[in-house]
Nanobody, 123 residues
Framework: QVRLEESGGGLVQAGGSLRLSCAASGRTFSMYAMGWFRQAPGKEREFVASINWIGSTDYADSVKGRFTISRDNAKNMVYLQMNSLKPEDTAVYYC?????????????????WGQGTQVTVSS
């Protein structure tokens, strides 16, 4: 069982930065691949970034070069550094964990989810 809690969301102007954090419970955190997803109003939840158990990362095309996912296994933490934010990045951002250790871009392959944190980017 893994419990996830996101923090760090807020309101930022276009071009600004935010860092989201995800705190995970459980002694086997390092064995999970972790992902960030987002859901904008009226839209489906979509993949943003993932990091597997050895630190390999994957990103959605829409955030490549602007967002960076990282993890600290000693602290059971996952981060999403978001730079050059755009109004279209506005969404609720969710942290997720999957037993699929190599990572995944597919929402259905994630086993545990946080409650989400709101990110709003003003133009």
């Amino acid at each position: 069982q893994v419990r996830l809690e996101e923090s760090g969301g807020g309101l930022v102007q276009a071009g600004g930065s935010l860092r989201l954090s995800c705190a995970a419970s459980g002694r086997t955190f390092s064995m999970y691949a972790m992902g960030w997803f987002r859901q904008a109003p009226g839209k489906e939840r979509e993949f943003v970034a993932s990091i597997n158990w050895i630190g390999s990362t994957d990103y959605a095309d829409s955030v490549k070069g602007r967002f960076t996912i990282s993890r600290d296994n000693a602290k059971n933490m996952v981060y999403l550094q978001m730079n050059s934010l755009k109004p279209e990045d506005t969404a609720v951002y969710y942290c997720a964990a999957t037993r699929t250790r190599y990572g995944s871009t597919v929402m259905e392959e994630y086993d545990y989810w946080g409650q989400g944190t709101q990110v709003t980017v003003s133009s």
